[in-house]
């Protein structure tokens, strides 16, 4: 299965300055636990924020400069070539972002794990717009967390 897991503040705010815009203990441990099988994919800096957390699992990072190494990580210079790797492992693919992995990943995903936070963030990243095509909604649950209003929501596509 091809999932896409994203945390949004609201209007859709997924990042600041290289960082999340937040820190929600919850939110994260439910990204590292549900991600922790399967292949992750995500975009240079995402990989770089993950930091130690790489470790322990099957990760490819995405970068088009052919000069980039990854220390101990798959590297691929595009989403298609990536998801050609990730499909050799066997077993759920995790599209983590950032911005343009989500974009292109969106139209070809099975599933989207997005958590919203009921609140208002400065951000520079923005996920983009899923409403119209992540229309079926799968599951749903309500926390609080850190202050927050948090909705975890499995969707998925019309069949
Ligand atoms: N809230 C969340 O759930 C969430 C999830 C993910 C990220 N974020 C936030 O978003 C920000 C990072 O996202 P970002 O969009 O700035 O960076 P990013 O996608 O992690 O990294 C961008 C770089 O990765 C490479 N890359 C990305 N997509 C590629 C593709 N399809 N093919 C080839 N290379 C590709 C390119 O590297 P080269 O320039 O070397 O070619 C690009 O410059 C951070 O603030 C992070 O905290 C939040």
Known sequence: MLNIIVACGRSRVIGKAGRLPWD??????????????????????????????TNDRKVIALSRDPKIEFPNTR??????????????????VWICGGRIVYEEAIPLADRLYLTLIDAEFDGDV????????????????????????????????EK
């Open 24 to 53: 929600i203990k919850e939110d994260w441990d439910y990204f590292l636990g549900i991600t922790k099988s399967g292949t992750l994919i995500m975009g240079k800096h995402c990989f770089s924020e993950m930091g130690p957390h």
């Open 126 to 157: 923005f996920f983009p717009a899923w409403e119209h095509v992540f229309t079926r909604e799968i599951s749903r649950r309500e926390s609080e967390n850190s202050g927050y209003r948090l909705t975890y929501l499995t969707l998925g596509k």
């Open 75 to 92: 590297k691929a210079s595009s989403l298609p070539e990536a998801l050609t790797m990730a499909q050799r492992d066997g077993g759920d």
